[in-house]
C-alpha cells in the first residue's frame, strides 16, 4: 500500500459512520509533511499537517513529536500503528489516524478516539539481502569498527559468516546506496546516519527476537534498586538497554534491565540470583558480536542507542539522543 492508498484507505473508513465528513489536500512546496487533512465534524472543521507512513515504529517518534511542534496541528497517517505506539502517541497528545479509521485527536476542544476497526495488515517486501539476521550482524561490525576495507576472510572471522554470504550483504548494500566503490580495493560507506537508522528498525525486528533467552526477577527485590552494585562476569555479561543508556550518560533511571550475556541459562539464574518470570523486569539476551569486552559492563553505545530508540518512551528517547550526541555523532 502506497502513501497515496493509504489516505484514500483512511479517508473511507473515517467516514463510514457518518458523522465525519474529510477531504484532503496535497502540498508539494514541504518536504517535511504530505499534505492537509480536513475534518468537519458537525459544524466544525479542523485544519491538520499530516505526514504519511507505512509503517510507523519506535524509531520515528522523535521526529513525529518535532513536527508536532513545528507544524501545529499534526497528525501522522499510518497503514497501521502498533498498540504500544499508539498509547505513547497518546501520552504526547499527537494524533494520528490509521488505514483502517481508527484515531486519536485532542485539539481544540474537540476528542476523538476510535479504536475498534481492525488492523490492515502489513505485506512485507522482500528483505534486501544485506538486511537478513547475518546480514545485520556483519552491518554491526562496519558501523562500530568501520572494517568495510578488511578482507573477506577477516570480516568473516570476527563475524562468524561464511564468504560466500558476504558477497551477498556487500552487493545488498551496494544496491541499496550505502556502499560505494572508490577504487578496485577501496570501498566507502555512504549515507552512513541513514544505514544505521534501518539497522536500528531492522535489528529490532529481525535479529534481536532470536537473540532472546528470557525474562527474570530478581529473588531479592532490593537488588532490582541495587542493580550497579551488582558484579557481572566480565567478558561474559554485560548492561544493555536501559541501565547502559544509565552507566553511559546518568541520565536515566531504569524500569526495566537488559542483560547480554554468555553464561548458561543455569549460571545466569544461580550467579545474579534471578527467577524466570514472564511479567518480569529483567530481559536477557545473547551476544551477537565475537569480541569480548573485557574493560566495560556495557555494551557498544550504537547498541545502547538502537536499544533505548526501539523502546519509544519519551525519557529512552532523550537518553538515546544524548548517547548518539555525545558518543556516536562523529562518525555519522
Not at 15 to 27: D, N, P, R, S
Not at 288 to 294: A, L, T
Amino acid at each position: 500500500m502506497n502513501e497515496i492508498e493509504i489516505i484514500q484507505y483512511a479517508i473511507n473508513n473515517i467516514q463510514k459512520g457518518g458523522a465525519i465528513h474529510v477531504e484532503w489536500k496535497e502540498l508539494n512546496d514541504d518536504s517535511t509533511i504530505d499534505g492537509e487533512l480536513l475534518l468537519h465534524l458537525n459544524q466544525h472543521t479542523i485544519v491538520l499537517y499530516a505526514a504519511i507512513k507505512k509503517e510507523l515504529r519506535s524509531l520515528h517518534l522523535a521526529k513525529i513529536e518535532e513536527l508536532d511542534v513545528t507544524k501545529n496541528p499534526f497528525i501522522i497517517v499510518a497503514q497501521r500503528i502498533f498498540p504500544k505506539i499508539k498509547e505513547e502517541l497518546r501520552k504526547r497528545n499527537i494524533a494520528y489516524l490509521e488505514a483502517n479509521g481508527n484515531i486519536f485527536l485532542n485539539k481544540d476542544a474537540i476528542y476523538l478516539y476510535i479504536d475498534g476497526n481492525p488492523p490492515i495488515e502489513l505485506k512485507h517486501k522482500t528483505t534486501n539481502r544485506a538486511f537478513t539476521k547475518t546480514g545485520l550482524k556483519v552491518i554491526y561490525q562496519f558501523l562500530t569498527k568501520d572494517c568495510i576495507n578488511s578482507t573477506y576472510r577477516e570480516i568473516a572471522e570476527v563475524t562468524d559468516t561464511g564468504i560466500g554470504t558476504l558477497n551477498t550483504i556487500f552487493n545488498g548494500l551496494k544496491e541499496e546506496g550505502f556502499i560505494l566503490q572508490l577504487t578496485k580495493n577501496e570501498l566507502q560507506i555512504e549515507n552512513k546516519k541513514k544505514l544505521l537508522d534501518k539497522w536500528v528498525l531492522e535489528y529490532e525486528k529481525r535479529l534481536k527476537p532470536t537473540l532472546a533467552i528470557g525474562t527474570f526477577r530478581f529473588l531479592n527485590k532490593d537488588d532490582y534498586y541495587n542493580w550497579k552494585d551488582i558484579p557481572l562476569k566480565k567478558g561474559k555479561t554485560i548492561w544493555g538497554g536501559e541501565p547502559a543508556g544509565d552507566l553511559l550518560t546518568n541520565y536515566l533511571r531504569p524500569e526495566e534491565l537488559t542483560l547480554y550475556t554468555n553464561e548458561e541459562r543455569s549460571e545466569l539464574m544461580k550467579n545474579y540470583r534471578l527467577v524466570p518470570d514472564l511479567e518480569g523486569n529483567i530481559k536477557v539476551f545473547k551476544p551477537f558480536w565475537k569480541d569480548e569486552q573485557e574493560n566495560t559492563n556495557t555494551v557498544h553505545p550504537l547498541l545502547a542507542y538502537a536499544d533505548l530508540m526501539n523502546k519509544g518512551d519519551r525519557r529512552c528517547t532523550e537518553t538515546a539522543q544524548k548517547i548518539y550526541d555525545e558518543y556516536l555523532q562523529d562518525q555519522f
